[in-house]
């Protein structure tokens, strides 16, 4: 039997590099003084009907039997946001703002297989919460280029597509639609890039707004008067060369409202990397208004990254010395003499709560192959418990060098 299509499941060398990319995330997010969070994998269907939307909506993973018999149905997360925004409404007083939190859980879309998209993904999520002020979309922004930049990555790997869609809204507004239609327009200009020319003329048609109008708008590089300051910040870190304005981005999901942003690799071969943006409603909408604060985030997938790091060179080098580094062992206790084995593992016991990774053959076996397992696990070295006990012959495996040492001593 396999694994469901879709479904991820890890050998040894691949959770090492899943968990290189996880402890890459959280290592940079704390860097930059967010704290980690987490919430549950199944919430009710209706919470993401209402406050995702888009086409995850379409993707949902439904959980049937529920605990409780006759009532809510429940979905697997497709996303994070929803959790913490209704866990953040539900405690906003307890918790010193600006909220700094991290995320990185398992999310699980039912979307058509592809490169770069499965139905179950890690997703890095990183968001402020009761800060209005631009400097906190610039601060958001600058984790997102500087998680790519710890995996080795540069300017020249991937950007930063930034756009707002509060700029669009007031283009909306300027081309005679409807506030009442902005949801299906920005799903227009979200689809725009891929569909095409003609495609998202006809889509338009409806509203009464022109293709060459909305494309036009699309190619601006100008930054509008509320990304002018989010350039400016990062361009201060000498971090501008990681973005772009590109007003091709409006993001798919409902919640957005102000500054958005895609990652993509330059060479765009891939899906976006990563995706976010404020979302300065969606607390007062889980609240019924009790709860108003300003918001933002975004998120980071480990499926295209994982793509784009085995195809960097330099990123795939920094991920197999990390690998290299998670070895099974440290140490590897050859016992040579089998009537030994009591003081052996009496040893092995010793450095194991020095904190040493040690292993040694569980059943009598030959010393030759002894010392083929400490190679075959990584050690770096070996101890050979045999005639010369309680001295004991210590051997570093990479030189051949050996010394006889007292065991006591080690
Ligand atoms: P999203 O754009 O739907 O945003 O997803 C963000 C990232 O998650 C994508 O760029 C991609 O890397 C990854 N991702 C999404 N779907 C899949 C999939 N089926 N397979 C593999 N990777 C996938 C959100 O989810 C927002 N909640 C992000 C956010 C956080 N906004 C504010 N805070």
Partial sequence: MQALPGFREFFPDDCARRNYILETWRAVARRYGFVEYDGPVVESLELYEKKSGGELVGQMFTVGAMAEPGEIKGALRPEMTPTLARMVAARARDFKKPMKWFSMPACYRHERQQRGRLREFYQLNVDIIGEESSAADAELLAVCVDTMREFGFGAGDFVVRISSRAAWQQFFAGAGGKPEDEHELFQIVDKAERAGAEKTHAALEKFGISAEQVLAFMRGREPTPDLAPVVADLQARGLGDFIEVDYAI??????????????????????????????????????????????LGFGMGDVVLANLIADTPAAAAR????????HACDTYVVIAKEELRPQALALVQRLRDAG?????????????????????????QAILIGDEWPQVKVKTLATREERLVDAVAL
């Fill in 356 to 380: 040493q990774r040690v292993d040694y053959a569980l059943t009598a076996a030959k010393v030759g192959k002894q010392f083929q397992a400490a190679e075959h696990l990584g050690a770096r």
């Fill in 319 to 326: 991920r197999d010395e990390w690998c290299a580094a998670q």
């Fill in 250 to 295: 409006v993001r798919g999901l409902a919640y957005y409202t102000g500054v958005v942003f895609e990652l993509f690799d330059r060479a765009k071969k891939e899906r976006a990397l990563a995706g976010g943006g404020r979302y300065d409603r969606l607390l007062a909408l889980m609240s019924d208004g009790k709860v108003d604060m300003p918001a």
